[in-house]
């Protein structure tokens, strides 16, 4: 299934089932992006990040994904387990420079069903 | 390794009390910053500081302020509570690492604060 930010904010799927969270970001000169998985009562976790001149970057189990051209982010969770279930939000770093100023996205409820 | 740590983890103050919130990170990185969080909503940032005795705005400033006297602290003061400053408040710390990917920032527990 998929979420697109505002629009969908809770994405429920089954476990073992593979997730997409999606993400529409602000500005076309931002050059680089991360996704953080909060869980409930825990501040925000970084799972994976991209610069905008690569248009993929997988880790363990995830895979980002960026389309500079409609702006669009999405985070693909493979094989979801019950402890994904969590909020996870996009950010993006606006240039000049890296200096970790961030802008985050609403966020998006993943619940995983077992 | 204690990371990065936020005291109190839970606050409840009156309006118009003076309220400060307190970061401390272990690693010694140069940039911090301060974030509040509310019901529904992404982070916000408050407040950053780039290095001890340099600090800068954020989107949602006023009614805040900060210090940064040593590079492992960065406490954010509410010089005069309200309100709408009730929230959950996250503090970060990020060192410039130099990779060509982007720097990680790490996200303290936070501080939910209640003002009454």
């Known amino acids: 299934g998929e979420s697109v930010g505002l629009h969908l904010p809770t994405l429920s799927v089954q476990e073992g089932d593979n997730s997409i969270i999606n993400c529409a970001y602000s500005n076309s000169a931002s050059d680089y992006f991360i996704w953080y998985k909060q869980e409930s009562g825990k501040g925000p976790q970084f799972i994976i990040d991209i610069r905008s001149n690569m248009d993929k970057r997988q880790g363990q189990r995830v895979t980002v994904l960026l389309n500079k051209t409609v702006k669009h982010l999405s985070l693909q969770i493979a094989a979801t387990q019950p402890g994904d279930s969590a909020v996870y939000f996009c950010?993006?770093?606006?240039?000049?420079?890296?200096?970790?100023?961030?802008?985050f996205g609403q966020g998006t409820t993943l619940q995983v069903k077992p | 390794d204690a990371g990065i740590t936020q005291s109190p983890r839970y606050k409840i103050t009156e309006t118009g009390r003076q309220v400060t919130l307190m970061c401390h990170q272990t690693?010694?990185?140069?940039?911090m910053f301060w974030y509040r969080q509310d019901l529904g909503h992404g982070l916000r940032l408050i407040y950053y500081s780039a290095a001890a005795d340099i600090t800068d705005k954020g989107e949602v400033s006023d009614g805040y302020v900060v210090s940064r006297s040593k590079t492992e602290n960065f406490p954010l003061t509410l010089e005069s509570a309200t309100r709408s400053q009730t929230s959950v408040y996250f503090c970060?710390?990020?060192?410039?690492?130099?990779?060509?990917?982007?720097?990680?920032?790490?996200f303290g527990p936070g501080t939910r604060l209640t003002v009454l």
């Open positions: 970060a710390s990020v060192a410039p690492s130099g990779r060509e990917m982007g720097d990680t920032q790490y």
């Open positions: 950010a993006e770093n606006i240039p000049p420079g890296n200096t970790g100023k961030l802008i």
């Open positions: 690693w010694s990185h140069s940039y």
